[in-house]
């Protein structure tokens, strides 16, 4: 796993896309492709209407399968911080990462015949900002922090909702 | 060589400022102004998709004049001098017959509008209007008609309310950056949020109470629930003591509306009514119901809109954090206001509008005017012929309901023509298309900003025009200079305008350089809660308005249930999702992605008495007005009714993207053109009926 992370709140999240919309500014993935999108899921049994939308980007694995199943090279993993990149210079298009991939995070480029993925932005990150889409979130929904301080922060959420709990 | 340009979106009518940064002559990054702590760095989709728009080759690229027939689509390129010779010598031939009065303008208002209206000022015609009519004219009327302050006149502190009530007020999906993100804030706070609409929208999965009512019977439950709150005295008797007026007379009023009566008409049950009201009282004063945004919906929209107006009143909400608040504007801060274009413009001969806000009908605001009642103007040449009509980045076409009546009324005009970034339905029914620049390639008027804290903004150019367009404030002075009345608007460079606006304030033009925008007080601005002012005569919230009723419209009026739909038949709903905008964004390269096609939303136990299953096509129809659509069958709609997104469906081949994807809502409205409500305005777009046929 790279040592970055992106979480969602989904309770705050109101499906606008702006997500997808400034990812796709930025990155041009170009027509069909979304390097992060959001999934929407609902359910009309209960009493209150559910209706979810789930970030889905890419979770930069620490022993990626597409890295593996890429053939060529393209398919790589950055040393210093583990992002999963794709150097479009070695793709033939083969679709063998599309394959191995669990989540069906790489996308395929009609343009030019060839795969690409969310990198987390990585051009931003190494001048110290954030992705795109988290940059923009709308509700400020979508959090970039680095993997062991999500775990202290959701604690803390919870604590804090405990105590909202009390009022 | 990067630098940031701070400016005001133009995507949708929000208008929210961002944040722009250029590299050379590329724009390269956009972001919300986060010198503006509601916005942040937030951006909306369409927002996000600005790029995209100035990019976009569907689009008119240089000024167009018609060859073939109306909305045929033969055009001839033309340049500006060629297209604004067309324009001044058809209408000064129209002025020399008909006078100055019979030209007519409509936009979509807001803070840039002063010099459109001054514009159509100095061409001499009383007949400037906005888009209004099919938004929310009816909560203006009805805020005018109880606090005699139009809806502007109160603003919303989401984020620390406790209880927030919402009439089909789809928060998060018509939604506004600052406002959605306070909203969410509240949520997350805690607050408890209550959802009304016979469909479920994403704003009713934020909700911690939905109710699925019955369409059109917002009334019924309002006056419902009024009745309880008033009856078991759940309501803040300090401030309706010293604030409202007409107490006994709502009581008497609302004396047949229980809630068992309401049960029966809206279908939401008695006991949740009276749960919902004690839970309001014991959150009062941070509750907020929200009076209604786009609220051209029935034909007693307007008492609805009443009735939460009045609700709010009881609620003691007015001027408290966690209620509604009054936007203070300039002089709240000592401060001059910006001056407007039109203010040594002197008054047009022909103080009578075409459109009768202010004569025929006595009531309406004569500001924004309404756009359906100038169509009997042209219809019957009275008061008085209207023959040339600027349409301004509006599309009254899908806007207003039923095209198809619309076009044979537009066929009486002697000149049409439309000012857009991108090819309107409206655009391509006109005789002149004049593109504009997308917002981040010109400069507007400044702006005020009112709230807690107000000032000025201002929209800068960021990068050079990408294509042969020019901004509006170009266009209008310019056509002004060429119809002999450049004295009136004889602006050389947006900054000479800039100076004129700012003369009466200490503010220089520099000033916006740092932030893009200028505040006038440090602290926000409370008024004293004791000496709060209304606009009616009385100084109070007046339940029974003398000034309305001697005009002929009755203050409360008596319930009538909904003309439902017939057997086989369904109301249709329509609305929005969060990245798109009055059909404004379908044919963007981005965002023509995400909407493909619409869907028509169908109850359940209705799709299956009509063997209609889950992404079946079916015939969607009116008469003879026909459609082909995918269903979403769900029971996140009511029975009765059947929901499709806005803006689909275009006739605009040159939108290629969108052009031929699925189903427009207003082509099903027949009639509703002159089915209006008489009271506040608007014409009734929810009450159309359609019938369903599975496709086998």
């Known amino acids: 796993m790279s040592k970055y992370i992106v979480t969602q709140n989904v309770a705050d999240c109101i499906g606008c896309k702006a997500c997808e919309v400034h990812c796709k500014d930025k990155n041009d993935p170009g027509e069909g492709a979304f390097f992060c999108k959001m999934m929407e899921v609902e359910s009309d049994s209960g009493k209150l209407p559910s209706r979810d939308f789930v970030y889905m980007a890419c979770f930069h694995c620490e022993k990626p399968w597409c890295v593996d199943a890429c053939p060529t090279g393209a398919m790589q993993r950055r040393d210093k911080d583990g992002i999963v990149f794709v150097q479009e210079s070695l793709c033939v298009g083969c679709k063998a990462c599309i394959v191995a991939c669990p989540w069906g995070v790489p996308q395929w480029k009609a343009s030019t015949g060839k795969v690409d993925k969310c990198d987390l932005c990585k051009d931003r990150i190494d001048e110290g900002l954030e992705p795109a889409c988290v940059t923009k979130c709308t509700t400020n929904c979508l959090t970039f922090s680095v993997v062991g301080n999500v775990s202290d922060t959701r604690r803390q959420d919870f604590a804090e909702q405990l105590m909202q709990n009390r009022k | 060589m990067k630098k940031t340009v701070y400016s005001i979106c133009g995507m949708c009518a929000v208008r929210c400022p961002v944040s722009v940064t250029v590299e050379g002559d590329k724009p390269v990054w956009i972001e919300g102004n986060s010198n503006d702590g509601g916005m942040g760095k937030s951006l909306c989709a369409k927002g996000g998709a600005t790029f995209s728009q100035r990019l976009d080759s569907q689009r008119p690229t240089h000024p167009m004049i018609r060859t073939g027939e109306r909305g045929e689509g033969q055009w001839r390129q033309a340049t500006w001098d060629e297209a604004f010779d067309y324009i001044t010598e058809k209408l000064k031939g129209i002025i020399s017959k008909h006078g100055a009065r019979s030209i007519m303008f409509s936009d979509r208002g807001g803070p840039f509008a002063d010099l459109r209206k001054a514009f159509v000022k100095a061409l001499g015609s009383p007949n400037y209007m906005n888009h209004d009519c099919t938004c929310g004219r009816n909560v203006n009327h009805a805020s005018k008609s109880i606090y005699g302050l139009g809806r502007k006149g109160f603003a919303y502190d989401f984020k620390n309310a406790s209880h927030i009530v919402l009439f089909g007020r789809n928060i998060t999906e018509s939604l506004k950056v600052k406002e959605v993100k306070g909203f969410i804030k509240g949520v997350s706070n805690g607050a408890h949020v209550t959802y009304i609409d016979p469909r479920a929208s994403n704003t009713a999965s934020k909700a911690t109470r939905y109710w699925q009512v019955k369409p059109g019977t917002d009334y019924a439950l309002l006056l419902g629930i009024t009745h309880y709150i008033v009856k078991k005295n759940l309501y803040d008797k300090d401030f309706v003591k010293q604030y409202v007026d007409g107490l006994p007379k709502l009581k008497t009023f609302l004396k047949p509306y229980t809630p068992e009566w309401a049960e029966k008409e809206t279908g939401i049950s008695a006991e949740e009514i009276m749960a919902f009201c004690h839970e309001v009282n014991n959150d009062r004063p941070k509750v907020i119901f929200h009076p209604g945004w786009m609220l051209s919906r029935y034909s007693d929209s307007f008492y609805a809109s009443r009735m939460i107006h009045l609700l709010n009143a009881l609620m003691g909400s007015m001027e408290v954090p966690g209620g509604l608040f009054y936007p203070k504007g300039p002089g709240d801060a000592g401060s001059g206001g910006l001056k407007s274009l039109g203010a040594d413009i002197p008054a047009p001969e022909e103080k009578e509008r075409a459109d009768g806000c202010g004569s025929r009908y006595p009531q309406f605001d004569k ?14 040449g009275k008061p008085y012929p209207m023959k040339a009509y600027f349409i301004h980045r509006h599309n009254p076409l899908i806007a207003l309901p039923d095209t198809a009546e619309q076009k044979r009324i537009w066929d009486k005009l002697e000149l049409i023509v439309s000012t857009d970034v991108y090819f309107s339905e409206s655009s391509w029914y006109a005789d002149v298309i004049l593109p504009e620049n997308t917002y981040i390639e010109r400069d507007s008027i400044l702006r005020t900003e009112k709230g807690l804290k107000p000032g000025f903004g201002r929209r800068q150019k960021c990068v050079e025009p990408y294509n042969d367009s020019k ?37 220089k033009i520099e000033d916006f350089d740092a932030k893009g925008f200028v505040k006038l007080a440090k602290d926000p601005i409370w008024y004293d809660r004791d000496k709060l002012k209304f606009g009616t005569e009385s100084g109070k919230i007046e339940i029974v308005n003398k000034k309305w009723e001697d005009m002929g419209v009755q203050s409360l009026k008596p319930y009538e249930s909904p003309q439902g739909p017939p057997e086989g038949s369904f109301s249709l709903l329509f ?72 803006g689909f469906g275009t006739d605009v081949p040159a939108r290629e993207r969108s052009f031929g994807k699925g189903v427009a809502d207003q082509i099903f409205m027949k009639g509703k053109l002159t089915d209006w409500d008489k009271a506040g305005g608007s014409p009734n777009i929810q009450g159309c009926f359609v019938t369903i046929k599975a496709l086998s």
């Open chain 2, 367 to 380: 500001g924004a005017g309404m756009l359906h009642t100038a169509y009997e103007a042209i219809e019957s």
């Open chain 2, 575 to 646: 609305g929005r999702c969060g990245y798109q905008t009055h059909g404004m964004h379908h044919n963007n390269p981005i965002i023509s992605e995400m909407l493909g096609s619409n869907k028509l939303w169908i109850n359940t136990a209705e799709a299956q008495k009509l063997g209609i299953k889950d992404g079946d096509e079916v015939e969607i129809a009116a008469g003879e007005t026909k459609g082909i659509m995918q269903t979403k069958v769900t029971n996140f709609i009511h029975p009765q009714a059947v929901f499709m997104l806005h």
């Open chain 2, 471 to 507: 901004p509006g404030w170009q266009i209008y002075t310019e056509l002004a200079k060429r119809m002999g009345k450049g004295e009136y608007l004889p602006y050389e460079s947006i900054e000479e305008i800039w100076k004129y606006q700012l003369q009466n304030t200490d503010v």
